[in-house]
């Protein structure tokens, strides 16, 4: 690993990077700045801390009559993307779409899979979202069957740890309401001890992909379908079993509550005569795709995942999750040819995705008639300047405010798929992925992505 050498930064931009990039620059949630030339820096792939969000300025809205950009003049600024020095020998594939007439604009090496790192998380928020809709709510559920008293997980990794909020996303439902409700239907029931178990098999398989390289244990949590608040791990240290220490809070406060708890917590699978005695809900899935979007959360994506695999009818394992997504995207019309999905969150680099099936979802998400699923997936997204993974990119230069993205990261693979309104107000989709640089050209090939790209599409006076 090696420390930034970074020069010539302003002195906003030098608080930023002095406080949060040595940590975090790697984590798509501190991207550094944009205009610093390259230099070696720590890589460290997923979201830790991030500065505070800083307003964009005003930016000019939507124009229905905005002419298309020349497609001449965006091909020419993905070409000199493709040859800057500070994406070396990688592979650049560049995928830009009309929204409002689905044409593709500049296909550079678009239909070639490339290794898409977070980017991977919007197919399966796209198939989540269609498959089981902006609306839908997770269950975490207590059951009963003679004196065992069983907690059932079902995908909610936002768990507060007492009383949730019905405010928030994030501890929406909590474990102390389920124990306390549980325990005054047990009261009315006559039931004053019991045992307790978990059943987290809703999930199957491993809780950690063999596609993953070591040391990514830092970064995403074993995949279980119940967990106390993932996000209180931004930096990891995640429970070895979430599961399991969630179920033990849910016992202790079934104590509290006045019911006798027996022996320890147990694992085993609720039967079929077991009787439901209270149960907590999550937020909407459009609430909970916009903390993992925004955030890259890797755990909740690989929760997502399989989710669309237990609707599917598929096993909730990895590969069961990625047929699933794959099979949805394809009964939705979207050519998945090329496509190797290992895994949910991008975290694998055996993930393959062309540039262009990325920037169709966009592109169909974005449009006029999308409704709630691409409602929900553009809201999802972070914002330039603004929030999530993109709150300190594009500041000082094109794309703040206009800008919308999900980053992906990781040692050799760099992404950035979303929208961005040009200065005419055309609204276009892209994608843009950088397969294959050397390690530790994380920072150069992100800064090359928004210097030679991304903020000029944004700047872009160039209609045809």
């Known amino acids: 690993m090696h420390k930034a050498q970074i020069a010539a930064l302003t002195a906003a931009t030098l608080v930023v990077v002095g406080a949060y990039y040595g940590l975090a620059d790697a984590l798509d949630l501190v991207p550094g700045v944009l205009t610093a030339s390259p230099g070696d820096y720590a890589v460290q792939p997923f979201p830790a801390a991030s500065a505070a969000a800083e307003e964009p300025d005003a930016v000019a809205g939507l124009d229905a009559d905005a002419p298309v950009p020349d497609a001449a003049t965006l091909a020419a600024m993905a070409d000199t993307l493709a040859a800057d020095e500070r994406v070396g020998e990688a592979t650049t594939g560049v995928s830009i779409v009309d929204v409002a007439t689905g044409t593709e604009l500049v296909d550079h090496g678009a239909g070639s899979p490339l290794t898409p790192a977070s980017s991977n998380k919007v197919p399966v928020a796209w198939a989540a979202l269609s498959l089981l809709g902006a609306d839908h709510t997770l269950s975490t559920s207590a059951v009963l069957e003679g004196t065992t008293l069983t907690l059932v997980g079902g995908g909610d990794v936002l768990l507060a740890d007492d009383a949730g909020d019905p405010d928030s996303a994030v501890g929406h439902a909590g474990l102390g309401d389920l124990a306390r409700a549980a325990a005054a239907q047990l009261e009315a029931e006559g039931v004053a001890s019991v045992s307790v178990a978990l059943d987290d098999t809703l999930f199957t398989g491993p809780t950690w992909s063999s596609a993953w390289e070591d040391g990514n244990e830092?970064?995403?949590?074993?995949?279980?379908?119940?967990?106390?608040?993932?996000?209180?791990?931004?930096?990891?240290?995640?429970?070895?079993?979430?599961?399991?220490?969630?179920?033990?809070?849910?016992?202790?406060?079934?104590?509290?509550?006045?019911?006798?708890?027996?022996?320890?917590?147990?694992?085993?699978?609720?039967?079929?005569?077991?009787?439901?005695?209270?149960?907590?809900?999550?937020?909407?899935?459009?609430?909970?795709?916009?903390?993992?979007?925004?955030?890259?959360?890797?755990?909740?994506?690989?929760?997502?995942?399989?989710?669309?695999?237990?609707?599917?009818?598929?096993?909730?394992?990895?590969?069961?999750?990625?047929?699933?997504?794959?099979?949805?995207?394809?009964?939705?019309?979207?050519?998945?040819?090329?496509?190797?999905?290992?895994?949910?969150?991008?975290?694998?680099?055996?993930?393959?995705?062309?540039?262009?099936?990325?920037?169709?979802?966009?592109?169909?998400?974005?449009?006029?008639?999308?409704?709630?699923?691409?409602?929900?997936?553009?809201?999802?997204?972070?914002?330039?300047?603004?929030?999530?993974?993109?709150?300190?990119?594009?500041?000082?230069?094109?794309?703040?405010?206009?800008?919308?993205?999900?980053?992906?990261?990781?040692?050799?693979?760099?992404?950035?798929?979303?929208?961005?309104?040009?200065?005419?107000?055309?609204?276009?989709?892209?994608?843009?992925?950088?397969?294959?640089?050397?390690?530790?050209?994380?920072?150069?090939?992100?800064?090359?992505?928004?210097?030679?790209?991304?903020?000029?599409?944004?700047?872009?006076?160039?209609?045809?």
């Open 218 to 464: 830092s970064w995403v949590a074993p995949i279980q379908p119940l967990m106390i608040d993932v996000t209180a791990y931004p930096s990891g240290g995640y429970p070895t079993d979430p599961a399991l220490e969630a179920a033990q809070v849910f016992a202790d406060h079934l104590r509290d509550a006045g019911i006798e708890v027996t022996g320890t917590v147990t694992r085993a699978q609720a039967g079929a005569d077991a009787t439901e005695v209270a149960s907590v809900q999550s937020a909407p899935l459009a609430d909970i795709l916009s903390v993992s979007l925004k955030a890259s959360d890797n755990t909740m994506t690989e929760v997502e995942g399989r989710l669309v695999a237990v609707a599917a009818g598929e096993e909730a394992t990895f590969d069961g999750a990625a047929r699933a997504v794959l099979a949805q995207l394809q009964a939705d019309g979207f050519d998945t040819s090329g496509v190797t999905m290992l895994d949910s969150c991008g975290l694998a680099l055996g993930n393959k995705i062309p540039a262009r099936l990325l920037a169709q979802i966009i592109a169909r998400a974005a449009a006029a008639d999308a409704g709630t699923v691409g409602r929900s997936l553009m809201t999802a997204l972070p914002v330039g300047g603004l929030d999530g993974t993109l709150d300190d990119r594009f500041i000082g230069i094109s794309g703040a405010g206009t800008v919308r993205a999900k980053t992906g990261s990781l040692d050799t693979a760099a992404s950035l798929t979303g929208t961005v309104v040009t200065e005419d107000g055309r609204l276009l989709a892209f994608s843009v992925i950088v397969d294959g640089f050397e390690t530790g050209g994380l920072y150069s090939a992100r800064v090359a992505i928004d210097d030679d790209l991304v903020s000029p599409l944004a700047g872009c006076g160039c209609g045809g």
